[in-house]
């Protein structure tokens, strides 16, 4: 007699998230900084996903580059130098459920976090890593990082740097039990945005390496491959990371590559051959998850566990 109706139930709309739900704080990186670029990409590929900001978790080291977590409305983690990889290997351990994101720097994944880098390449964890390659350490003002090319001008390189520089997707290709590789550009949104997406519905780790512009302190690096798109070679296959054929045919110079194929995929990798490679090197879907061994026995009880235990120990009675 109130307008109440007998069966009343409450109706649950489904949710949808919008950018918004996935834009932190305003970024503040230098105008026309790659980085912009790619957090724009990482927000529209949680948001054309639908993941959930509670449930995401983007992890980070020290540099320009690790400053993500806090343009993200998403749990983050700002750790420490070379350290992002084993906090979200961490992460990844006790809670298979959340989407991880990990961004690092050349400085910070290529040098002081090598041993990490090797040995969660290696896990294969379920994560995306980003490396952001700048070829230089920009927050600290420009010092020679791993990536930075030899004769190129740093503050502590003032004649130009002699050391040959390292190949990360090189790198990542040497290491037994990759599972996904790739290389992308700041500069092409579709392919990053393509590139991204696919690294982030594959299961277990997907390492991809961006090209990225640092306007600051070496806007020349990638300046020539911006501008004359045939410095690019673009990688394309039915099971890479392929754009509409109107946005790839801007690419002169093209190949097919089966990206099951390791060895190709090590021959294009060389930074020798005066072209940068973008799409997908390498991918084996079935390797070896580190994190499906230490989820074992998350869902036992308190009881369960210290009975394990005991059984455990029990083993060791004489
Ligand atoms: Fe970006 Fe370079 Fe500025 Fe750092 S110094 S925010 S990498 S443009």
């Known amino acids: 007699m109130y307008g109440l109706k007998k069966d009343w139930v409450l109706e649950k709309k489904p949710r949808v998230c919008v950018l918004e739900d996935y834009m932190g704080a305003e970024a503040r990186w230098c105008p026309g900084c790659g980085d912009h670029a790619v957090l724009n990409s990482v ?53 298979p459920d959340l989407d991880i994101f990990v961004v690092t720097g050349d400085g910070d994944c290529c040098a002081i976090g090598t041993a990490h880098w090797i040995h969660a390449i290696r896990y294969n964890m379920n994560m995306t890593v980003l490396l952001l390659d700048n070829n230089i350490y920009g927050l600290t003002k420009a010092q020679t990082s791993p990536t930075t090319k030899m004769t190129e001008r740093s503050n502590t390189h003032p004649r130009g740097s002699f050391f040959v520089p390292i190949e990360p997707i090189s790198v990542v290709l040497g290491i037994p039990n990759a599972s996904f590789v790739a290389q992308t550009v700041d500069w092409n949104p579709p392919h990053l945005y393509e590139t991204i997406r696919a690294g982030h519905e594959h299961r277990g780790l997907s390492f991809i390496r961006i090209l990225q512009r640092c306007p600051h302190y070496t806007s020349h690096v990638f300046a020539e491959a911006q501008r004359d798109t045939s410095r690019i070679l673009y990688m394309r296959h039915p099971e890479g990371i392929n754009l509409p054929d109107a946005m790839s045919k801007i690419f002169k110079n093209q190949v097919e590559h089966d990206p099951s194929n390791i060895s190709e995929a090590r021959d294009l990798a060389r930074e020798d051959a005066g072209v940068l490679p973008i799409g997908l090197f390498y991918k084996k879907p079935d390797a070896l998850r580190y994190d499906e061994v230490t989820a074992e026995g998350l869902k036992m009880s308190a009881a369960e566990k210290i009975e394990a235990i005991n059984n455990a120990l029990d083993r060791f009675m004489v």
């Open 43 to 95: 927000q529209r590929v949680a948001r054309d996903l639908q993941l959930a900001p509670e449930r995401t978790v983007v992890v980070s080291g020290i540099g320009c580059s690790s400053r993500f977590p806090h343009y993200m409305k998403t749990y983050g983690f700002h750790g420490l130098h070379g350290r992002a990889l084993p906090v979200a290997s961490g992460i990844r351990s006790r809670r």
